[in-house]
């Protein structure tokens, strides 16, 4: 359990670093199995900035959002729960609030589907109309999309911010990077095409 909330960790300052999670925002897991044998996940905490994180404010709990340990998890626990179960494949989540996803997010404008996304059968990338965060109602939404294609890898959530998901947090990560840098290129590009 040690190594899965290390992984979280350096994971978590990873993405702060980036500029991904500004603040206290944002939130990253891990599935694993347990001593027990049970799934697990390890989750960031409620309101603690991901860049000043340790291993001992690590959250775990089950797979119905039940605490196991005093630290209180992200107020998003249940999104994530309901992601690994409509998605044994999904094994790290990874929700930022990134600048320029997030913009296009509170636009009425698409991220477009670049090449690195894998094969580009759709235009843009997946969204989902606002829902308040931290609700239930947001969780089984995320859930549901997540669930209607096993080739979906990232969800913009609108007016909130965006999900990317992988086998593993290296996957998740590098494409929570991708899908900013995307944004980023997008807008420079109507800016220049504007003048």
Same mark, same amino acid.
């Given at each position: ?109 698409? $991220? ?49 911010? $965006? $999900? ?32």
């Amino acid at each position: 359990m040690e190594n899965v909330k290390k992984l979280i960790v350096d994971y978590s300052k990873k993405v702060y670093n980036q500029e991904l999670t500004p603040g206290k925002s944002g939130n990253i897991s891990i599935k694993f199995t347990g001593e027990n044998g049970k799934e697990l996940i390890a989750i960031t905490p409620t309101l603690l900035s991901l860049g000043t994180l340790k291993e001992d404010d690590v959250a775990i709990v089950d797979m119905n959002g039940n605490t196991i340990g005093e630290n209180k998890p992200s107020s998003e626990v249940y999104m994530h729960c309901y992601i690994y179960k409509k998605r044994e494949d999904i094994k790290a989540i990874v929700h930022t609030h990134s600048p320029y996803a997030t913009g296009f997010a509170h636009s009425h404008k698409k $991220i477009k589907r670049y090449e690195g996304f894998g094969p580009i059968n759709i235009p843009y990338l997946s969204e989902i109309e606002y829902i308040k965060p931290g609700t239930d109602e947001l969780a089984k939404s995320v859930g549901e999309a997540f669930s209607k294609s096993k080739n979906m890898d990232v969800l913009i959530l609108k007016e909130h911010g $965006i $999900i990317t998901t992988g086998l593993n947090l290296d996957e998740a990560t590098d494409l929570a990077e991708f899908v900013e840098y995307s944004a980023k290129t997008q807008f420079i590009t109507n800016m220049l095409n504007s003048i």
